[in-house]
């Protein structure tokens, strides 16, 4: 339930407006070192030491405050994953859970982008021959590697948070806004 709730926030990530936004912000180098900065703001407020006591799962509610989370981070510059682990903390997670959920979040987030992106590329006559061969072995190295660098970054998050991102984030957003 606490899934479907947290995806609902991106259904208006389809509308034309929300749509013109994001492509707008693309185009700023600013607007994304700006989203650099958020994401550090986010994370440093979201850090906790202990997990002691913490929910393990979110409430529906809380839910719909990680998926708006999300639907923010569809802006350039702000981590998804980032945004959702900070906000699912800051309603009282620990970090195991805030990152498995966000994870979780990130399914039907990346299945409904890649189903758009698809209905879009079938609707400009783009050609859509794909060698499915080169697909599946793409697609099978993509998952080992994806999940082997999910297992680490868990163990990270569960030993150290989000703190230590912070101040490459406020580095980086710092330069690109600078260099804007």
């Keep these: 339930l606490a899934l479907i709730v947290a995806t609902l926030p991106l259904v208006f990530a389809l509308t034309n407006t929300v749509e013109t936004i994001v492509v707008t912000a693309e185009g700023s180098t600013r607007w994304i070192g700006c989203g650099f900065l958020l994401t550090a703001a986010l994370l440093g407020f979201s850090h906790r030491r202990s997990d002691a006591g913490l929910l393990e799962a979110p409430r529906p509610w809380q839910a719909l405050v990680i998926g708006l989370a999300q639907f923010v981070a569809i802006l350039p510059g702000i981590s998804r994953s980032g945004s959702t682990m900070a906000a699912a903390m800051a309603l009282g997670l620990g970090r195991l859970p805030a990152a498995r959920f966000s994870f979780l979040l990130s399914i039907p987030a990346i299945l409904g982008a890649s189903l758009k992106e698809t209905i879009d590329l079938a609707r400009h006559d783009a050609p859509l ?47 690109v806004v600078a260099l804007s």
């Design 129 to 175: 021959d794909i060698e499915f061969t080169s697909f599946v072995l793409g697609f099978a190295a993509s998952f080992a590697v994806g999940t082997l660098t999910l297992r680490a970054l868990m163990r990270l998050l569960v030993r150290v948070g989000l703190l230590p991102f912070v101040p490459y984030l406020i580095v980086l957003g710092t330069v």
